[in-house]
């Protein structure tokens, strides 16, 4: 299999920054005009309390952890961050399709027509709650003939477009929107946390013929569906691995530090033959003055972490089912973001939704150090294909204008 392609811009600086649960990262690159492939300068992360099922309850605390990760960043890369590209996620983020239709009788269809799809199918607001943050084409037909990928050149009285479409709730976009320009940065686009990961860490092969890309993060599992190409469907669950380490605290009666400690070093989402013979150190809730430690085998730490496990895939399982696209993909499935490194978690995915699993990190890095190819930073180095795939660069000042997806930049300053 072949990494996932893109266009060849020039050189240029990115930034991205990822907002999650637990943490802030900034990833500063540099395109070459020779190669498609970002070289990281300098990446930076912090720590976030305050960042709860994905909302900000405490702006200051965001602020802060934002400011340190873009200051570790900038200093790595000796440059100033002034334009980023942003994620969003949880459970506000609605995916459908929308079907549009255009009159092009007379001419072959060209790159106008599909940017006038684009724009009346950006133009449907579902609610003046909601907002969309990303529309992709997925088809298109002529006169409802047979779907093509790229109708370009070609005839026809009507043309139709089928654009996939993902909306935010608008007061949470420009919460977090004015919380960067608060730091001093302008947001050059909001991308879903699981497209971009799909962006990062999927190769050519699993994108064409279909793929499951489920990003477990803290608070959030974000899933994205790839087919034929595109991004086609989306859906978020309010659960991640923040949940697991929630029950080993409760069930171990031991800190959130403590938990989080024991999940890294000895948690699995399956049984193994050792679990039942194996010891481990668990600090026990005190008075903080004495430690105080007792011995659990392996496997109650196993039987803890496998229901929730097993919980989030099967929620994955039904949400993907009733969308109707869990039977069109391939039999592939990608797990990224932090939480996929829990042991077992890739065996339990096959099991539980009967299709081949992987572990995806960051593909597309050129001269990169090891530590950025962790599942951690997917969504982060995602941001910055997706900025690739845009042309767009730190030194412009206006939306990019090539490419069908330019009118939802033009959308995103109208309102942002």
């Known amino acids: 299999m072949t990494q996932a392609r893109f266009r060849q811009p020039s050189q240029k600086i990115i930034t991205s920054i990822d907002i999650g649960s637990s943490k802030v990262c900034c990833i500063i690159a540099r395109i070459n005009g020779s190669d498609s492939t970002p070289t990281i300068l300098g990446l930076g992360h912090h720590g976030i309390q305050g960042v709860k099922q994905g909302f900000t309850p405490n702006m200051d605390a965001l602020e802060n952890a934002i400011l340190n990760a873009v200051h570790k960043a900038e200093k790595a890369a000796n440059l100033t961050v002034k334009q980023a590209f942003l994620n969003i996620s949880g459970n506000h983020l609605l995916s459908e399709i929308v079907k549009v239709t255009t009159d092009v009788q007379g001419h072959g269809v060209d790159d106008a027509d599909i940017k006038r799809l684009m724009i009346e199918g950006t133009s449907i ?10 529309a992709n084409p997925i088809k298109f037909s002529l006169d409802n003939g047979q779907p093509v990928k790229n109708p370009k050149g070609m005839y026809g009285k009507t043309l ?13 976009a420009r919460t977090i929107v004015s919380c ?7 947001v050059k686009g909001i991308v879903p946390s699981a497209i971009a990961s799909g962006f990062s860490s999927l190769v050519d092969d699993e994108i064409d013929l279909g793929v499951i890309l489920i990003d477990l993060g803290s608070h ?3 899933v994205a569906v790839f087919m034929n190409g595109d991004v086609v469907h989306t859906e978020s669950i309010p659960l991640g691995s923040a949940s697991i380490t929630s029950d080993l605290a409760h069930g171990l009666s031991t800190s959130w530090i403590a938990a989080e400690r024991i999940k890294i070093l000895h948690g699995n989402a399956l049984e193994t033959s050792e679990d039942s013979r194996i010891m481990v150190d668990v600090p026990q ?3 903080g003055q004495h430690e105080n430690l007792i011995q659990v085998r392996r496997s109650l730490i196993t039987a803890i972490i496998k229901p929730r496990a097993e919980e989030i895939l099967e929620l994955v399982k039904k949400r993907l089912e009733k969308s109707g696209v869990y039977k069109i993909t391939s039999r592939r499935v990608v797990l ?9 978690l890739k065996e339990l995915t096959h099991h539980i939704l009967n299709k081949q699993a992987r572990l995806g990190k960051p593909l597309n890095l050129l001269n990169s150090k090891e530590n950025y190819r962790f599942p951690s930073f997917s969504t982060c180095t995602g941001l910055l294909t997706f900025a690739l795939r845009q042309n767009y660069s730190d030194k412009e000042t206006d939306a990019p204008q090539k490419g069908w997806i330019s009118p939802l930049f033009k959308w995103f300053k109208d309102n942002f």
């Open 125 to 134: 607001n579902p609610s003046k709650n909601f907002s969309i943050v990303h």
């Open 160 to 172: 139709t477009g089928y654009l996939h479409i993902v909306t935010a709730q608008l007061n949470t």
């Open 180 to 186: 960067l320009r608060h730091c001093h940065i302008d």
């Open 220 to 222: 959030y599992t974000n």
């Open 285 to 287: 809730m005190d008075d």
């Open 336 to 344: 990224t973001g932090g939480g996929s490194q829990l042991s077992g």
